[in-house]
């Protein structure tokens, strides 16, 4: 049985959310499978073996028995259990109807962790725990041998353990580090080894010295060959009371051999997986280079990196003629801790990318490697990002879209708590097609910038300037060359910054390319509430805006950067000296999204807007959300955040009405 237009099997009507935006139907390819043999893995089940016949009453030890054997028209059914390897598919489907499917066992919990449990350690010794200066100036008294309270451990590092990788022998950056500003980054955690020491599930944190260990708890240390590791549990608790493990392979769920296509995961836990900076972006779960894999309800957890790749890994590999990339379905999955990138694709073409929960992302703090996001992809064609929450990224943008993107759309996520992010969404030197961002919520994006890096404007130094300073960011949508972006009926609100802020790239141009604008785009019938800086700012008047309701802005909040000197505008002067938001509102009441839920409820300001009295005259201020006009839907938003069919003329922002939005 073929998937209904929803995308969904078996369930009728056409999924609005589905149009894409040049008004065709994103290409939905998934089939109905039916298995010709199934194959049964259970790692606790006492008759288990790699030497049966993979029965369910004989089901092998370990998946990659069964991954060894699987063919086309193969499920591998697994049941519940912790397995400590990684699954390497020796073979792909032939095509959708006929695919490999690795699948956890209904109702059971599967875990592939990337780690392995220690056991044995002894006290840390021969390494002063102070630093060398102070230790050295004897400035600093010592206490006794055997009185610091202090308890570091050591454990010597199995090499039977690692077969061939030991990621702390490996730093966190691979090989392509030409992207990286050395002169404003901080190399920490680039340098950082690979390997990760975790107690209880979560992992301790790594410092660069040995007597780094003494001042914090909770942290290891690695020497310098990678043969020993040091580490201090939190309240200097005793290691034979824990659970310690250490990460020991790279991924969890990867094939060796690139090109495998038409693979199904589904239900599977990955865990701890030693993956290195991107690029080449390679995921605890890795489709290498494949096409047409469906990742579906698994859970990524702390994987040092890259959570998941689904493109073709990396720019330096030859491309191979009418090679497909992409076609992937990510579906569901829960992805948590990521280091520095949750969803990476290069090159990927026709991706579906729903329902999918992608929080922590970040901790890393490798955002200048260019790599760092929620979801960051190259190049995405014909693409659906929908229904996605993102929450409490972390020095990484919620999604990137990097150069070379048409036809995708990005409706109904909630994008909620960017900590020290630069902006919501980044879309990169975008120069052909069109791209849609619709019926989204972003909210409280802090802005990762230097607060001491602002000039003071001493007495009205600050009123005659015509340049505003850029050290400050925050951006809920954020664009640099990107051309005829479509923004539209989203609730943008709480940014450092702005809701929306375009700058050209002229001089990135690629052969014979041109450089990119940031012209054209259509800022449509947002709510955009409270940002600090502006609501909008655009680089020059060659761009659109109508129907945006602008709720609790200070004054300036419009704005055209170029030609010089910048505009700072408020609705009635957008109005007349730029002919934008005839259709626009100004409004006063309160709008609040939990970030947790991302339940969004509107009520009334405390506070009252500068300027009084009179700003009601001069700005037609709404006091109440029955005040504020309905707007004309643009063709290719046609339905709500919840995927309802819009009216003709519907509310600004992504509910059909503010009941419903009282109501979430």
Same mark, same amino acid.
Request: aromatic share 8%; proline share 8%; net charge negative.
């Given at each position: 049985m073929s998937v209904s237009e929803n995308g969904k099997a078996g369930k009728p009507g056409k999924d609005l959310t589905a149009v894409l935006p040049d008004g065709t139907a994103f290409e939905f390819w998934e089939r109905?499978?039916?298995?010709?043999?199934?194959?049964?893995?259970?790692?606790? !089940?006492?008759?288990?073996? !790699?030497?049966?016949?993979?029965?369910?009453?004989?089901?092998?030890? &370990?998946?990659?028995?069964?991954?060894?054997?699987?063919?086309?028209?193969?499920?591998?059914?697994?049941?519940?259990?912790?397995?400590?390897?990684?699954?390497?598919?020796?073979?792909? $489907?032939?095509?959708?109807?006929?695919?490999?499917?690795?699948?956890?066992?209904?109702?059971?919990?599967?875990?592939?962790?990337?780690?392995?449990?220690?056991?044995?350690? /002894?006290?840390?010794?021969?390494?002063?725990?102070?630093?060398?200066?102070?230790?050295? &100036?004897?400035?600093?008294?010592?206490?006794?041998?055997?009185?610091?309270?202090?308890?570091? +451990?050591?454990?010597?590092?199995?090499?039977?353990?690692? @077969?061939?990788?030991? #990621?702390?022998?490996?730093?966190?950056?691979?090989?392509?580090?030409l992207f990286i500003e050395y002169g404003k980054t901080d190399m920490t955690s680039y340098l950082n080894r690979r390997g990760c020491v975790y107690c209880d599930g979560v992992p301790l944190k790594q410092v660069a010295l040995y007597h780094m260990l003494g001042a914090e708890d909770n942290t290891y240390w690695v020497e310098a060959n990678g043969q020993m590791i040091h580490f201090r549990l939190k309240d200097d608790a005793d290691p034979k009371d824990h659970r310690i493990e250490i990460s020991v392979r790279e991924q969890c769920f990867a094939p060796k051999k690139a090109f495998l296509s038409y693979i199904h995961v589904k239900g599977l836990i990955c865990e701890h997986a030693a993956t290195g900076g991107p690029v080449p972006q390679r995921g605890a779960i890795s489709a290498f280079r494949g096409h047409h894999w469906i990742i579906e309800d698994c859970t990524v957890d702390y994987a040092n990196t890259v959570a998941i790749d689904i493109g073709n890994e990396c720019w330096h590999h030859e491309m191979i003629e009418d090679q497909q990339i992409g076609y992937s379905v990510i579906r569901g999955c829960t992805i948590r801790n990521a280091g520095v990138c949750g969803i990476a694709g290069l090159f990927a073409e026709h991706m579906l990318i729903e329902d999918n929960r992608i929080e922590g992302t970040g901790w890393q703090k490798m955002e200048l490697s260019w790599e760092a996001g929620g979801i960051k992809l190259h190049n995405s064609v014909n693409g659906l990002i929908r229904r996605n929450i993102f929450r409490n990224t972390y020095r990484a943008d919620h999604l990137w879209l990097d150069c070379g993107n048409e036809n995708t759309r990005i409706c109904s996520n909630l994008f909620l708590n960017g900590i020290e992010q630069r902006e919501a969404i980044f879309i990169e030197c975008t120069k052909e097609g069109v791209n849609l961002i619709d019926n989204n919520i972003i909210w409280n994006v802090e802005g990762r910038f230097d607060p001491a890096q602002i000039p003071a404007e001493p007495g009205s130094s600050g009123w005659y300037k015509q340049v505003e300073n850029d050290t400050v960011n925050g951006y809920g949508v954020y664009c640099e060359g990107t051309d005829r972006l479509i923004v539209a009926h989203n609730l943008i609100g709480k940014c450092r910054h702005s809701a929306y802020y375009a700058k050209p790239v002229s001089f990135r141009m690629g052969g014979l390319e041109r450089g990119g604008t940031s012209r054209k785009a259509k800022i449509l019938n947002n709510i955009i509430y409270d940002c600090g800086e502006a609501a909008i700012v655009f680089p020059t008047a060659d761009n659109e805006a109508e129907g945006n309701l602008y709720?609790?802005?200070?004054?300036?909040?419009?704005?055209?950067?170029?030609?010089?000197?910048?505009?700072?505008?408020?609705?009635?002067? +957008?109005?007349?000296?730029?002919?934008?938001?005839?259709?626009?509102?100004?409004? +006063?009441?309160?709008?609040?999204?939990?970030?947790?839920? $991302?339940?969004?409820?509107?009520? /009334?300001?405390?506070?009252?807007?500068?300027?009084? #009295?009179?700003? !009601?005259?001069?700005?037609?201020?709404? @006091?109440?959300?029955?005040?504020?006009?309905?707007?004309?839907?643009?063709?290719?938003?046609?339905? !709500?955040?919840?995927?309802?069919? @819009?009216?003709?003329?519907?509310?600004?922002?992504?509910?059909?009405?503010?009941?419903?939005? @009282? /109501?979430?």
């Open positions: 109905e499978n039916e298995y010709d043999r199934i194959l049964y893995v259970s790692c606790d !089940d006492p008759a288990a073996s !790699d030497e049966n016949e993979g029965s369910e009453k004989l089901p092998f030890k &370990t998946i990659n028995r069964a991954a060894s054997l699987a063919t086309p028209g193969t499920k591998v059914l697994i049941r519940g259990g912790i397995y400590r390897e990684c699954v390497r598919p020796a073979e792909g $489907g032939s095509d959708a109807a006929h695919m490999i499917s690795y699948e956890a066992y209904p109702g059971e919990k599967v875990v592939i962790r990337a780690s392995e449990r220690v056991t044995e350690f /002894q006290p840390s010794h021969g390494w002063k725990l102070e630093p060398v200066s102070e230790f050295s &100036t004897g400035t600093k008294a010592k206490e006794a041998p055997g009185d610091d309270p202090r308890k570091i +451990w050591a454990h010597e590092l199995d090499p039977d353990m690692f @077969r061939g990788y030991n #990621p702390f022998c490996a730093v966190n950056i691979i090989h392509d580090r709720l609790c802005m200070k004054g300036g909040y419009l704005r055209v950067m170029y030609p010089a000197p910048e505009l700072c505008l408020d609705l009635n002067s +957008w109005r007349e000296f730029c002919g934008f938001d005839l259709h626009g509102d100004y409004a +006063w009441f309160a709008v609040d999204v939990d970030e947790e839920s $991302g339940a969004a409820a509107i009520g /009334q300001r405390d506070d009252e807007p500068v300027n009084a #009295p009179g700003p !009601d005259r001069k700005i037609s201020l709404k @006091r109440e959300p029955e005040a504020v006009a309905k707007v004309e839907v643009p063709s290719c938003v046609n339905c !709500d955040i919840s995927g309802n069919a @819009r009216e003709e003329l519907s509310l600004p922002g992504p509910f059909s009405s503010w009941e419903k939005l @009282r /109501q979430l």
